[in-house]
């Protein structure tokens, strides 16, 4: 039996490992927490299922479309880049996908050859070196600073191809405009192509989020823009996404997928539209914060744990180094014995760390999961 040595030379991915783990607690019936990625409890947006429901009636959802996607729903999408993110684009630049992370996948794939370098900010959503390992990239690690100047670019080594994701996750940095510009003057001196992923363009508490395209020439740099319905609005069983690029990539982008997925289903891309058309949703941004809030008053005083106030959501990063610096076992600890899952920060690039998606389940179960965490730490504290 042979299995490529691309896919057994990279890890799994740490999301979907724990995701694996919290299902086998489940299965043996234990009551289980899960803070271990952000599954929002929102449902999505009525104007989204109105839509699907009427192209369910409709038979224009039964053929094929085109692998980047129908025209008029490419088309829409372009009205969204134009409105939100002050983008002018043309259909044939836009591609539509089965959620960010396949936009992601084709993407480095199409402006990549094996061995290329890719320049990955950690803290970082473990896909993205995950991704590069499945392509026979290398990932080149470099600590996110809380504000990006031209001195720490300066510094930074030498890549291909540079991951931007803004808002990040999961510190929930919005980058500023002026830490943008200094990122794209630096791609632009080090001829370096770009990604950046905006998934989480929605989701700020108050700093105004900037797309990076619109700070440089994306078509003349290589900059792709990747964009998700998950986490703007709670679909993320719905696989919706797509990625914005210069046409030429755009291009190499659908000769990849047409093989793989071909088009989306046309149901999806439908939902894709609507959901992309129906804007900030405001209540869940909301919630979201005053969850972020409650959490952080309820582990305000507790001495072992650091945890960062996030501009955006939905993830808490806590520093928990006074503690552990063995987080994978804390992670797994905390799972056996208090039944809460958590990611550990070394799944993220940063040992010593912890990350918490704090918007799943109901307020009482956020609070009763952070309640459990603090006694697992209060108790190891005592050891
Ligand atoms: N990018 C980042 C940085 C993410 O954290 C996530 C959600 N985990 C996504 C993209 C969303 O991916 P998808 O659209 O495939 O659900």
Not at 29 to 58: C, E, K, N, T
Not at 238 to 256: E, K, N
Request: a negative charge; charged letters at 20%.
């Amino acid at each position: 039996m042979k299995i490529s040595q691309r896919i057994a030379a990279s890890r799994p991915l740490a999301t979907t490992a724990m995701h694996g783990r919290v299902e086998d607690f489940r299965n043996k019936s234990m009551g289980i927490i899960d803070f271990s990625i952000a599954i929002s409890h929102f449902s999505p947006p009525a104007s989204v299922l109105d839509a699907v429901a009427r192209a369910m009636q409709d038979e224009r959802t039964m053929p094929y479309t085109g692998v980047a996607g129908a025209l008029d729903v490419r088309r829409s999408l372009c009205g969204k880049l134009e409105r939100e993110n002050g983008l002018a684009a043309q259909p044939n630049e836009v591609i539509v996908t089965n959620g960010a992370k396949q936009a992601l996948y084709q993407a480095l794939y199409a402006m990549t050859d094996p061995g290329d370098r890719v320049l990955i900010f950690k803290p970082h959503w473990p896909a993205y070196v995950t991704t590069c390992q499945l392509l026979g990239l290398e990932p080149v690690l470099v600590d996110l600073p809380d504000t990006v100047t031209p001195a720490f670019l300066a510094d930074c080594p030498q890549a291909d191809l540079v991951i931007v994701n803004n808002p990040h996750n999961p510190t929930g940095k919005v980058y500023t405009r002026t830490e943008l510009e200094h990122l794209c003057a630096w791609v632009h001196a080090r001829g370096a192509q770009v990604i950046v992923d905006e998934s989480y363009e929605h989701l700020s508490f108050g700093p105004v989020h900037t797309s990076f395209a619109t700070l440089c020439d994306w078509r003349a740099l290589g900059v792709v823009t990747i964009f998700s319905a998950s986490q703007s609005y709670a679909m993320m069983g719905w696989r919706l996404g797509f990625a914005l690029a210069p046409g030429a990539i755009a291009s190499a982008m659908q000769t990849l997928q047409g093989p793989i997925t071909a088009a989306c289903s046309h149901l999806a891309q439908v939902a894709t539209a609507a959901a992309f058309d129906s804007g900030p949703q405001q209540h869940m941004i909301d919630e979201y914060r005053a969850r972020r809030d409650q959490v952080l008053r309820q582990v305000a005083d507790v001495p072992w744990l650091d945890m960062h106030c996030p501009d955006s959501g939905p993830y808490l990063w806590g520093d928990v180094r006074s503690l552990s610096s063995d987080t994978v076992a804390f992670a797994e600890d905390l799972l056996a014995e208090e039944g809460v899952a958590i990611m550990p920060g070394d799944a993220l690039g940063v040992p010593g760390f912890i990350r918490i998606g704090y918007i799943c389940d109901d307020v009482d179960t956020l609070v009763e999961g952070v309640r459990r965490l603090v006694a697992f730490g209060d108790r190891l504290l005592e050891q």
